[in-house]
């Protein structure tokens, strides 16, 4: 990836521009490893827990797919646009066409390129370049696996020398989104590499209230991971969740709205897809978005000694 590129998904909000920065928010809000919380929440529905092994999705994975549909539709759109009078209606209408027509035509399809480039790129991107980001906290090790944040590359680093912070999900800035985040720091304190890992928490409003709910709600979830790594997998109750990346139209719904009921049944499924698709066609769009992503996005490469380590059955897979 060059730096034009870079820019390009830094603009369009795929690769965050504060990646290697950590907030006055999340260093006021570092998780002490060491200290046992009374309130223990389990992680959500994008987690599993195999042998000695917590494998958590990272906190916007839910939402994966946004770019590869929108991204998709739109830039598809612009470029049809710009391509539609160059290559259309010269033949609708049989005119003849000079020299200029041709610059001029020619000039137009140049913009539809460049217009629907960025949307384009963002969406191959989410899916080749960003792919499947997930955390593996192994307690047996004590090693933590992790899909970086940075350049989405797969790392190891150990539980003692990670901080885990709450964070804001849009890097710096302060909103409606937080998230778990594990920072690894250069000895100058700089941001050496960073990941996310569980569900997001997105606060209604900007109370005293929920932020305290919010805070409570994040450090609980936080404890499950602590004492799985601290204290073992027998101390914390057995989680449910599962990573499937061959969810249906109705799972991936489900995922992205997780108070949606799951489809029971081809007929429901069915209906249920329907209705999703002409009653709530922006639901839909990101919908299949991630339904595509989940089935065709890139699985981050492991070193065998991680696979050694953790065992070949942990990673997810389709």
Same mark, same amino acid.
């Given at each position: 990836?060059?730096?034009?590129?870079?820019?390009?998904?830094?603009?369009?909000?795929?690769?965050?521009?504060?990646?290697?920065?950590?907030?006055?928010?999340?260093?006021?809000?570092?998780?002490?490893?060491?200290?046992?919380?009374?309130?223990?929440?389990?992680?959500?529905?994008?987690?599993?827990?195999?042998?000695?092994?917590?494998?958590?999705?990272?906190?916007?994975?839910?939402?994966?797919?946004?770019?590869?549909?929108?991204?998709?539709?739109?830039?598809?759109?612009?470029?049809?646009?710009?391509?539609?009078?160059?290559?259309?209606?010269?033949?609708?209408?049989?005119?003849?066409?000079?020299?200029?027509?041709?610059?001029?035509? $020619?000039?137009? %399809?140049?913009? +539809?390129? *460049?217009?629907?480039? #960025?949307? @384009?790129?963002? /969406?191959?991107?989410?899916?080749?370049?960003?792919?499947?980001?997930?955390?593996?906290?192994?307690?047996?090790?004590?090693?933590?696996?992790?899909?970086?944040?940075?350049?989405?590359?797969?790392?190891?680093?150990?539980?003692?020398?990670?901080?885990?912070?709450?964070?804001?999900?849009?890097?710096?800035?302060?909103?409606?989104?937080?998230?778990?985040?594990?920072?690894?720091?250069?000895?100058?304190?700089?941001?050496?590499?960073?990941?996310?890992?569980?569900?997001?928490?997105?606060?209604?409003?900007?109370?005293?209230?929920?932020?305290?709910?919010?805070?409570?709600?994040?450090?609980?979830?936080?404890?499950?991971?602590?004492?799985?790594?601290?204290?073992?997998?027998? $101390?914390?109750? %057995?989680?449910? +969740?599962? *990573?499937?990346?061959? #969810?249906? @139209?109705?799972? /991936?719904?489900?995922?992205?709205?997780?108070?949606?009921?799951?489809?029971?049944?081809?007929?429901?499924?069915?209906?249920?897809?329907?209705?999703?698709?002409?009653?709530?066609?922006?639901?839909?769009?990101?919908?299949?978005?991630?339904?595509?992503?989940?089935?065709?996005?890139?699985?981050?490469?492991?070193?065998?000694?991680?696979?050694?380590?953790?065992?070949?059955?942990?990673?997810?897979?389709?």
């Amino acid at each position: 990836m060059n730096k034009v590129q870079q820019k390009i998904l830094e603009a369009v909000g795929l690769l965050s521009s504060n990646r290697l920065s950590c907030s006055s928010f999340s260093k006021k809000y570092i998780l002490d490893v060491s200290k046992k919380s009374s309130e223990i929440k389990p992680s959500s529905f994008t987690c599993t827990k195999r042998k000695d092994c917590l494998i958590l999705a990272e906190s916007w994975f839910r939402e994966r797919g946004l770019y590869v549909s929108w991204g998709t539709l739109g830039g598809g759109v612009i470029l049809g646009f710009f391509l539609f009078f160059p290559l259309v209606m010269p033949w609708i209408y049989e005119a003849q066409i000079d020299v200029g027509g041709i610059i001029a035509l $020619s000039f137009m %399809a140049f913009l +539809g390129f *460049l217009f629907s480039y #960025p949307l @384009l790129f963002a /969406a191959k991107s989410e899916l080749k370049t960003q792919g499947f980001q997930y955390t593996i906290f192994n307690h047996d090790s004590k090693n933590i696996h992790f899909v970086s944040d940075v350049d989405f590359q797969p790392k190891t680093c150990r539980w003692e020398e990670c901080t885990f912070c709450l964070a804001y999900s849009a890097g710096s800035i302060e909103g409606y989104y937080y998230e778990l985040k594990g920072y690894l720091f250069n000895e100058d304190g700089s941001v050496k590499d960073s990941f996310s890992f569980d569900d997001y928490h997105y606060m209604i409003s900007n109370s005293d209230n929920t932020r305290q709910m919010m805070i409570k709600d994040l450090s609980a979830r936080f404890e499950y991971v602590r004492r799985f790594m601290e204290e073992g997998p027998d $101390s914390v109750e %057995a989680v449910t +969740g599962t *990573l499937d990346l061959k #969810p249906s @139209l109705s799972e /991936a719904a489900h995922r992205f709205q997780p108070r949606s009921k799951a489809s029971e049944g081809n007929k429901f499924h069915i209906i249920y897809s329907i209705v999703r698709a002409v009653f709530l066609i922006t639901f839909s769009v990101q919908v299949v978005g991630h339904y595509f992503f989940c089935r065709y996005c890139r699985l981050p490469q492991w070193p065998q000694n991680v696979i050694d380590e953790c065992g070949e059955d942990v990673f997810p897979k389709r």
